[in-house]
């Protein structure tokens, strides 16, 4: 008789959850190996290649013998060219030991979470959040403590219900913008007023998560950090996921007080040390080389998420915003609640998730996962026929749920 052996797993771990995005990403492989032609728009990837410059780059640093361990913080040349990249960009001063390079900007952000805190301490998640946010504070040992906006708000938090959730256990402040899952971007006046609730609070800290500072539709990207009455309280987080198309490179970064840095570097050496070192050659030259790819790929976004706003706005029973950046929609369908076709019955985003996947063969990802189980994100990086399909789909799917 076989024993279950989990129950030896820790309780940390126990009380993980699963990253969602990634599980339905798995759903859709498992029902595409049945042999359905299933549509992912689950998973926050570009759809293109990694610029040819940045490969031949990386191929030459291999022919020039860099496959050796790579100092924690990251190689020196790449740590000044993400400082020229923060002062040119965002207006942020960091100095080179003020920047930490990691195994992508979700490892930066547990290596933040692990040296900042302690059991009690309170995490203000604004939500809809990415999904990684509340299981990485509660691994951590800190308590997470979330702020909503709907869509109504335009999914953005403000100065008001911040002021209102901070308390003397707040110890930070984590948020995306432009943000995963709903798109939203933060102006710089928006930014500001937020900045200024923070400026009373000391002992507080902000996350600024930055991954889609790329895929900004609005035009100039701002930084919280870049406010002095913050810049000492911010850690910027950023990466080369999203706007090189670099995913599987795994290659994060943040800037932080240099006394964070250094913890976070601590922290690294003890799980992973550095990153890969000829992808970190290749980083370097992404920050000062060729933008016109990154540019590109922003262009054909912006006319994908037209496209998919157009296509869903058809669609009787479903909510949508117009997000100014990253390549997502966070649709509201609790207006779908309580419909059925006869056997199957949507309750919550969970059960639209399922439906759509099993029923439409479409891959996206419940609402609940985010924070607001009102809403599903769909992913638009993927290819015009793709999207126009996958809508059809799922508008012929729900035709049948009265």
């Known amino acids: 008789m076989a024993v279950d052996k989990t129950k030896y797993l820790s ?74 990249k923060f002062k040119r960009d965002n207006n942020l001063d960091y100095n080179t030991n003020q920047i930490v390079v990691s195994n992508g900007a979700k490892q930066t952000i547990a290596n933040i979470m692990l040296s900042l805190l302690n059991p009690g301490d309170e995490v203000i998640i604004f939500t809809p959040y990415w999904v990684s946010y509340n299981d990485i504070v509660r691994f951590a040992g800190g308590t997470p403590v979330f702020v909503k906006a709907g869509i109504e708000k335009d999914f953005k938090v403000t100065p008001e219900q911040l002021e209102a959730a901070i308390n003397p256990k707040s110890k930070l402040i984590i948020f995306s913008s432009p943000c995963n899952p709903t798109g939203s971007v933060y102006t710089h006046d928006e930014l500001f007023e937020l900045a200024k609730v923070i400026d009373k609070y000391d002992n ?162 419940a609402g609940v996962a985010f924070g607001d189980d009102k809403c599903f994100r769909l992913s638009y990086a993927a290819s015009d026929e793709d999207l126009v399909e996958a809508i059809s789909r799922i508008k012929n799917c729900l035709q049948n749920f009265q």
């Not at 031949?56 to 000044?80: C, I, N, S, W």
């Open 204 to 365: 507080l800290f902000v996350v600024s998560d930055e991954i889609y500072e790329h895929i900004n539709f609005l035009g100039k990207h701002t930084s919280i950090g870049e406010f002095d009455i913050v810049k000492d309280q911010t850690i910027t987080v950023n990466g080369f996921a999203k706007g090189f198309a670099m995913t599987g490179w795994r290659l994060g970064y943040m800037g932080a007080p240099d006394w964070l840095a250094v913890a976070c570097a601590k922290v690294q050496g003890n799980f992973t040390s550095g990153a890969n070192s000829f992808g970190q050659k290749a980083a370097a030259l992404a920050l000062s080389g060729d933008m016109g790819p990154t540019e590109k790929m922003k262009a054909a976004f912006l006319r994908r998420k037209k496209l998919v706003l157009s296509l869903i706005s058809e669609i009787p029973g479903i909510v949508c915003n117009d997000p100014d950046g990253a390549f997502y929609i966070f649709p509201d369908i609790s207006k779908l609640y309580g419909r059925t076709n006869g056997l199957l019955t949507i309750n919550n985003s969970d059960d639209f998730a399922n439906i759509i996947l099993s029923e439409a063969h479409v891959a996206v990802v």
């Open 11 to 84: 309780k940390k771990l126990q009380n993980m959850a699963e990253s969602a995005t990634l599980k339905m990403a798995q759903k859709a492989r498992d029902l595409s190996a049945q042999g359905k032609n299933v549509i992912s728009l689950s998973i926050g990837q570009p759809d293109f290649d990694t610029p040819d410059h940045i490969k031949e780059f990386a191929k030459q640093a291999l022919d020039d013998g860099y496959t050796k361990y790579t100092p924690v913080p990251g190689l020196p040349e790449l740590r000044e060219a993400i400082s020229k």
